[in-house]
């Protein structure tokens, strides 16, 4: 869905920052798009730790990354904001009242103001370098490469491919619930694990492969049957697998904020308490933004956030309230 309709506000990340973004301005009775590069939305909480306990965010004892994520999409949702995965800005043009966004799809999308809630930029997660040889394109697509519905690996065959602490942390917990757990490293020693835990994975019924691959995946009906692991020069194991994982760490495609024209500093966006960039219109929020006492905390995004689409909000329309002193006033 791009297109010349002209929305009041576009916000660009669809990490918490963005979701509570586009659900504040829809509050503001604002006409929102929310445009995502990654497939899912909750950036770095769904990339790095859906499965953490948060124990910050106010009104929730505890609650994991992912269902916060889950009751932000829902929340987010409410007002009808057009919310887009899979579009990666590229470039931002100015026309004489409003701007395009250019995706890397070749669409374009037209907004009065913009709010930059793109946290450090996107992260992929790299897969090992023979991964693109295997067989099962579609299917290998949807490889899990995060521990979410943790419960889908009870009782079954997982086979982990990783060469880090990440894919240890994984195998040490689904020991205890699934039926058989199989490691396999291409490297020779695991990153950044600890001694204890390197200890614990060698010491139990977990299978260690070290300095080895999958070199083959065999799926029917979209079910996972088996993959094949090979170590140099010696003979090929063929290992029953109802399901597959792997983490081999991430990539950071950074935000082009420099072919944008908005100012950064080391990186981030330096802002004052009105969450402005130096483009009259463009507006940042969360992790992207500095200023004195800033802290990179889920938190911090929301009030930033509401701060920036109330700006926003008076740019467009310089009518408009500077906030919204009550919910009860609200609609
Ligand atoms: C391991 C870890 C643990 C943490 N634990 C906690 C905790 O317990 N409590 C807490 O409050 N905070 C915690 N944090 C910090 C918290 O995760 C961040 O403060 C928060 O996620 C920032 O959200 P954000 O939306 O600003 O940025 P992000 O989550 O980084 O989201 C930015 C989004 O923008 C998208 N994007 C970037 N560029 C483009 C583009 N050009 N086009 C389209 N989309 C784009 C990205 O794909 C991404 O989805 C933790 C962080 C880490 C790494």
Known sequence: MGDYELFDITIIGGGTTGLFATYYATMRNMKVKLLESQSQFGGKVMQFFPEKLIYDVGGYPDISGEDLVKQ???????????MLTDRWVESIEKNSDHFI???????????????????????????????????????RKHIATNLMNREKYHNKNVVITANNKVGVGWALYLKDHAKSVTVVNPDSKFHQVKEEDLEQLLNTSIQVHMESHIT?????????????????????????????????????????????SVDTYKGRIPVKGDMATNVPGIFASGDIVQYEGKTNLI?????????????????????????????????
Not at 239 to 246: A, F, I, N, R, S
């Open 72 to 82: 932000m999409i829902t929340q987010a949702n409410q007002h009808q904001p057009v």
């Open 101 to 139: 966004l250019y995706t890397s799809k070749g669409e374009q999308h037209a907004t009065k103001a913009i709010l930059l809630a793109t946290g450090s930029g996107t992260f992929h997660t790299k897969t090992p370098d023979n991964w693109d040889a295997l067989p099962f394109p579609e299917f």
């Open 216 to 260: 083959n995946i065999d799926v029917k009906e979209n079910q996972l049957q088996s993959v094949e692991i090979n170590k140099e020069e010696q003979e090929t194991l063929t290992v029953e697998t109802d399901e597959l994982l792997t983490y081999h760490g991430l990539e950071l495609q950074a935000t082009p904020l420099d072919n944008w």
């Open 299 to 331: 938190a911090s995004g929301y009030s930033e956030a509401i701060t920036a689409v109330n700006k926003a909000h008076l740019f467009i329309d310089p009518r408009a309230t500077e906030q919204l002193y009550s919910t009860v006033l609200y609609r």
